[in-house]
Nanobody, 115 residues
Framework: QVRLVESGGGLVQPGGSLRLSCVAS????????IAWYRQAPGKQLQLVAT???????AYADSVKGRFTISRENAKNTVYLQMISLKAEDTAVYYC?????????WGQGTQVTVSS
């Protein structure tokens, strides 16, 4: 059974930083692309960043230069380091993996950027 568990969200002031974690189980972790998505209130789900098993990364334009996705295969964990946070980064952040064409999601972690 595939399971994803996110953590690390919280309330942070504009310009602040957070690091999100996603721990996966039920998959051969280093074989899969892991993605971070986010959904702000009243908005559609947005792809934020992806990382392949070998560590190649891609980012949404809105977060390039501010967010860094990384993974630690020995710990079945993907991270999203976020700096220079803005109010518009406020959202629930989800990690995602697709196995055999089936998407799996974590429960999400809330990030709120506010003064």
């Amino acid at each position: 059974q595939v399971r994803l568990v996110e953590s690390g969200g919280g309330l942070v002031q504009p310009g602040g930083s957070l690091r999100l974690s996603c721990v996966a189980s039920g998959i051969v972790f280093n074989m899969y692309v892991i993605a971070w998505y986010r959904q702000a209130p009243g908005k559609q789900l947005q792809l934020v960043a992806t990382i392949t098993g070998s560590g190649s990364t891609a980012y949404a334009d809105s977060v390039k230069g501010r967010f860094t996705i990384s993974r630690e295969n020995a710990k079945n964990t993907v991270y999203l380091q976020m700096i220079s946070l803005k109010a518009e980064d406020t959202a629930v952040y989800y990690c995602n993996v697709a196995r055999n064409g089936v998407p799996y999601w974590g429960q999400g972690t809330q990030v709120t950027v506010s003064s």
